[in-house]
């Protein structure tokens, strides 16, 4: 029954084998791309008759990257430190997935958008896109967090990554969807997926382990700071890999004005569903973060500032009353157990945010895009030529029917794969503890945690 | 006698109204700049001659956005998490008040200097105006953290920001005062509008929850994320607004160096005015910024580097005394309870800003500046083709006037409506503390909290 | 035998001296480049026909020179707030040392690169060179974390940032070497100045202190901070003062990959050498960010992203064997007490991305750079004009010795001027606690803290 938890030679030894892998893929397919080569100089600047350094791509998008880079990293890390004694796992497995991840997506997407010659050619931009892949594997990280060991979490990587960048082909490339910031391909796929992982891995008596499932007061505020670096950092994110010029700066302009209007009914509805009118930590930390999901499809488009208003004010309360009423729900009658309640910070509002998408793109015109201004947001060029907005509405909504049924079907194979009981998972018992996996500092805050459980041993000296 | 803090209607029926407000004005009139159109393609980029997408003002002040983002949210939001007992408060509710105000200042500040044919033509400067606008206000939330409901905090607001405006607009368009990094416009205003609210909600029982008002060990380094990140960043934010090219460049250089000056003087000062000689976390977490607000008017100018390091060197000094014997003489004289000390970090400082502006714009010289870059740097076109450095410099001056006086009579009516005993903020002996207005897990540390104070009882399970 | 660690006198006397040094020789050199000054306008731009204010270098270095800076002030100082009881110290004295040590940099770099007519000329590109010269600094601060006073600190900085700028000249100008990202200049020189400095102020009754030298659960998590904000932006840090164009893109691009293969075989071996397989946070903290020290010299050149991660993978082994084997055997055998194990994460890496970069560069031929995109690389200009690849990689090794060379003597000199016994280092009980040099609150966590030390009275009220 005691299952083993001993990581020391199966993480290794995937750690390792994956990495030497990498690097066999990466000396065999990746190169740099033109800007980044060193015969840009001589090659491409003069053939294209680029009078300047500054218009190579790298400063349209490294400010950008850098600021989605802190998402995946600080962001996601922390946000799941609000667990008392999960933290050194929240960051450090988010690290270690998102690590192995962005490595793995720079081939899968280069094979797709990148591939020339033989050969996959990186820039700044496949960096980007390498991070938000490696986004929809952290988004579902978030349902199973505490409940699976590191090897359960690379596994998981490489297959979700691998989805990932099929479905993306699919959207991007076959149904010629617009999705810059995600809200289908990111999020949707994301959170379906994890969800459908945490369903197939239920753990019927994870009761046993309820009383780590909380927060204390100082792992609330390391959440924070997560919970601020991905709202603040969002218009970066949903911009980032726009059409440079107005398509960047409009995208950035809707996601902070979607932010700022999801922070407000999220407090209300918090505020209004405790009977005493407290806020709840929880709501605070993820449904404020609802309104930059829910505009990702669209915040490049011409949605109009006071659009972005009102899907931030739908947003927070949809996910807010989500966390009272829908997650309780899930976990008792559908066995769903989202450790971060993504599906309704990522699941609903990616839906949502397809939703409006597809709304926006039916809904443009010429004499609001102009006519050059409409064929280059939703690049009516070449096959495309033709498409009119309407039906580009329609392939937008068939993109989120795409992506659900890939994160049903990827999720429920994955998830059997990882319910396989080799890959050291943690008893229901010892879920949500850093002990399992880390060496833990025997200190002040394990003493007294360990009075609300005095027959847990302590943290060998 | 006993207040009723029950949010449960109050914050949620002020939250989604003045949204759905927010929602209608930015409906009637906000629209895109032409720089964030789908129509800048084909319009204003072919009328301009604009040959290459990098002229987007995007590009030139994204990463400075960005960045201010980062101090109105995480800067405030954790500088005053140093409170014990008040860290969900300080990041929440700064949080809360934030997005809401930048909500408002879009619109206030939209109608003053962004208003062309019946619109609001927004981009990324105005959503760096909007921050500034905030970080008004989060300088004023300063004087009354741990002391007010969020409701007085989201009214302050509303009132705060439409001041704001106004005298942001009395001194930029009818003084023509140059002022890009909010010395008076920003920390004078905010610093003395905030102490007159603290002012007029005096507390004469405060000492009652004395014992909440100190920090705790982790809480005062929470306390330095939202330091450093403040210091970090004051150079973009000081910049962020500036002229293209050379004024940019020469703010961000101006203020990192008056703000590496006030670091070494912070801390003689700390340990000087200590019997032992040990430093106050206090001091370093707050006076240290001071070299920041005091060149926000004059790094721009032509104020050379070692003005800078002079400027830093004295608010460091100014700031670190006025913690250690003018904050206890405010609030034992004066009847000014300033949590956070704002009067020695952005009051005092701001002054000395302002006046600093005006001596550095009175001594400017065509020498100096070359002619182009004296027109270009004071902006002396159109009805001001005419005035002189020494004028201008007496039009600075008259900047901190004005902005003193709309502080005082601004921050005396807004205390006024704050007083009154509707709002639900918590009695005196509760005050600092967030299990008034938050769901508080009941963890380690709030039973080691207990300790000290038996007779409170734990927050319901 | 006590020492006095009074630092009423001493330490406000050294700050205010010379920070009225610095506004001395500020004012007598320190003036504004060009392209910072306002009249660029009127002069630079119409002399070299610059037609757009974006090709100022501000718009190209500052968004990587604001990721710099956030590496120095958080990313240090939060990575060496892992001590249980050294956390004010570890932010608060790094950002003391780096504030005086950027000031004296900018005047020491100054005077060997950018002086022209008498005057230093500063712009973005000084600021991150200072930052640069700083983070050498807050590398050997690592070896001597704990055991030392601000006092030291500060004539350390003083000295090694001379000795720093004086290293620098002999590689850059007298060498011409290639170090952007300062794997020669910044970390082996650093690191082996640090070590030094700790062997001559060895300290043979440490242990006595030794339970204080850990973590706890919390400050294991606040160091996290610092690493992650390391981890992200080292790619801003090895591309930020590159050649405009593809130099930045490609040393961006690289440092991504050697630190992301980095983190997979720090999580390998740090769970392997443990024998139940738990992970380690001291390795998961620092050894991660070996890949980045280590293609310091490499990543702007046309090294390979498969290159990249054979970098990252063999550095994540070497740094974390050295936190397990040699860490101990250094203090035990050759006494030198490496309180961060810096010798892991910058000194042996240090090495090895010298060495790195000499291979590189050696094996640099035409048919991969292009004839300009060569030239431009190693800058084979001027007196340089006739260097092969191969010379050039003679002298990159060379430039590792001379690092080492200065590094040894450097710091023997500098051990011994800190050994004096007048500069307030606490006593070897004493070390690695804050309360030595600042005042701490009393909370529970004091209060538990004291539980495993009953003898010492709490800090006085």
Known sequence: MAKNTNMRWRLPLICLLWEVAMIILFGVFVRFTPEASARWEEEEKKQNNITSDIENDFYYRYPSFQDVHVMIFIGFGFLMTFLQRYGFGAVGFNFLLASFGIQWAILMQGWFHSFKDGKILIGVENLINADFCVGSV?????????????????????????????????????????????????????????????????????????????????????????????????????????????????????TYCSLAACVLTTVAFSSMLEKKGKLDMVHIQNATLAGGVAVGTSAEMMLPPYGSLIVGFICGIVSTVGYVYLTPFLESRLHIQDTCGIHNLHGMPGIIGGIVGAITAAAATKSVYGSEGLVKTFDFTGDYANRTPMVQGGYQAAGIFVSLAMAFAGGAIVGGILKLPIWGDAADENCFEDDVYWEVPEDEESGLYHMHDPTLKPASP
Chains 1, 2, 3 share one sequence.
């Open 138 to 254: 952290c988004v579902a990280f978030g349902a199973i967090l505490g409940k699976s060991s590191p090897v359960q979490l690379l596994i998981m990587t490489l297959f979700q990554v691998t989805l990932f960048s099929v479905n993306e082909y699919i959207l991007l490339n076959l149904l010629h969807v617009i999705d810059a910031g995600g809200s289908m391909t990111i999020h949707t796929f994301g959170a379906y997926f994890g969800l459908t992982v945490t369903r197939i891995l239920y753990r019927p008596n994870l009761e046993q382990s309820k009383d780590k499932q909380g927060s204390v007061y100082h792992s609330d505020i390391f959440a924070m700071i997560g919970t601020i670096f991905l709202w603040m950092y969002w218009p970066s994110f949903n911009s980032a890999v726009s059409n440079h010029g107005d398509a960047q700066h409009r995208a950035a302009i809707n």
